[in-house]
Structures are given as C-alpha cells and as structure tokens.
C-alpha cells in the first residue's frame, strides 16, 4: 500500500512539472500561450492583424517620421498577418513569426506603442 501511495505521489508531482513547461519555438523562443487582456502580447496579435493604414499609425506606433520613413514600406507589403506564432514579450519587445508568409519580426516596444522593427 505504500508503495502505491509513493508511485501515484510521484506521478502526481511529474504532471505537476511538466504542466509548467512553456512550448518553445526556434523562431521566436518561448511561445506565448494565453494572451491576457491589455498585455503587450494582446497589442501585438492586434496590430500585426489589421491593414497597415493612417489609423494603424496612430494607434500602433510612435509615429514618428523616421518610423514612417523606415518602416512603412515594409509594414504596408506584411500587413494583415495570419497564422501567428507570437513569442513572449522580453521586457525590450517580441518576436512572432507567420506560418502562412514564413515572416519572422522582432518590434521593439516602448511606452506602449512599437518604435522599431526587425524583419529576420
């Protein structure tokens, strides 16, 4: 009896373990897999979503001429996304990657809004 108490111990700890274990991807590292409410990963699925446009602008980055001047050519070929792969976000920014396009981005994020980004 009290070994069988010990191995369903054991086999209640090790799910317990690996229930933590956060899925990564060699594309973005550690895969973001609940998006909360008003969180930078929430901002990014959004922005990376919608049409490049004026109003994405506005809303989604810092507005900036050299922002405008470096990355709207390339936001206006990428955007709308689909099929994301989105990283978690750093503390600096995040990475996400398209299934659909093969894209892979790092945005830089600051104050809320994205100031820079890498196309890799």
Known sequence: MKRTLTILTLLFSLSLLFSAVVPESSKVGKVSVEIKEGSVEEFVLSAMKEEFSLSWIEKYSDSSDAFL?????????????????????????????????????YLIIKEGKIVALQKK
Request: no cysteine; charged share 15%; glycine share 10%.
């Open 69 to 105: 001047a470096a990355y709207s050519p390339l936001l206006s070929s990428l955007l709308p996304m689909e099929n994301l792969i989105l990283g978690e976000y750093d503390g600096n920014g995040i990475s996400l990657y398209s299934q659909d396009s093969g894209d892979h981005l």
